[in-house]
DNA sequence: TGTATTTTTCTTGTCGACAAATAAAATACA
DNA sequence: TGTATTTTATTTGTCGACAAGAAAAATACA
């Protein structure tokens, strides 16, 4: 029997396609699912998602605009691969940008983006106390996008949520042997820096977002020097 | 007649489509040939280009991830605008990355991208003879991008082509009233900018970067508070 | 058996066509 | 004449199909 009327073609609104398919890598990738290295087949997913290929490459389009896929001409499509022996360029970055947007937020939030900051942080400690590491993951980097948007200086903001996300990826992998002694210390830190946001303590903010990042940045360097023998596909 | 024959369908390589329209339309919105809030057409697009719509939309998928183009659902797409009104968050990132990529320059350059950097310093300094303005724009971002180049640091060089790009879209609106006493000072700074990364003297390299860039912001102000009556369209 | 060449296969890049969504124009109605 | 509603027109988003490129497989040849 041939598939007329069986499934009635899961109609989708008409714009709704490539963000699916957007949110949907962007979240596997970042999550590992996909780990760096691995080959994205546009026909694949496109009878996978039920959808011609169309929205499906503007989709990888955009995710490579964000590096977070490698497009070789003419050649497979895959996830981009994170660079382990030299993450200082990474680290520097990382470090400004959480200088950078803790200071600005200090300097032009409005109160309005303090609730919305707060709801993260206590999603973030919310997930410590369940010890869900994805979850807290994500809800750290949601914390501190939140202040980036408060400063108001969108350039700022786009790298930084660029790094976030990189970190992610690096954080996620090592998690897998994650000691519970840091992300209480975490919520602290969180709450010390949402209390100079809000009192406009500029320099402090400014010093208490580059303590912030190098305590994350010293784990995470940590974490790769003793588990270095686990090494990731590729 | 028909036009069977007569023109060979001007076979273009397989994968040059996307970067042609690119590459023209990235010039022609940061030359102002294209004014911000153009509307931009696919279909006259494509017809003009002698190519389908899908390259052409795979470009503008790019540039709207760069933000020089906006594009709302199912309606037309135009080239981004500018925030006259507020151009503070473009000047501090501007201020910043002129710092921190002249700073990693002097530490991380290698012998060969400073006469890299060098040619595109004599570019500047013919253009100034000649009075190039458009010139001018194009080779001082070329020279700043080199020396972020030579910074190696990926994510600051990419934040900060973004920025020299939405800097040249601002220059290009200012040389029109140009005051030729500024050029001249600039080579100098570039001079003594690039005796300082090849010194690497890291702080006298921070130090003269920031001052570079906080003389390009006070130059722009200038002339954006003398002539605020000339008002690009929308 | 090992290397070079041809053939096949598989994936991407491009095309033309159609349908949905929105704006503009035209019509109806008071 | 002015407003509301329908109709038309224009532009985007999606689709299926096909051709070009490159790797893999198969064949030819030594």
Redesign the interface.
Known sequence: MTDTDSSPTLERK??SGVKMVYDLLRDEILDLVLPPGSPIDEVQLAERLKMSR?PI??AL??LA??GLIDTL??RSTMVANIDFLNLN??F??LV?MYR?TTR?AAQNHRPEDLSVIRGFHEDYAAAVVTRDALAMIATNAAFHAAIAEAG?????T??FR??LDEGRRILRLYYQSYEEQFPQRFVDEHAQIIAAIEARDVETADRLGKAHAEQIVEQVQMLFARNSKLDIAL
């Open positions: 008409r714009g169309t490459r503007e389009v955009r605009g964000e001409p003419n360029p990474f520097d970055a400004l950078v600005l108001r200086n969108p350039y700022f786009s790298l660029r790094l």
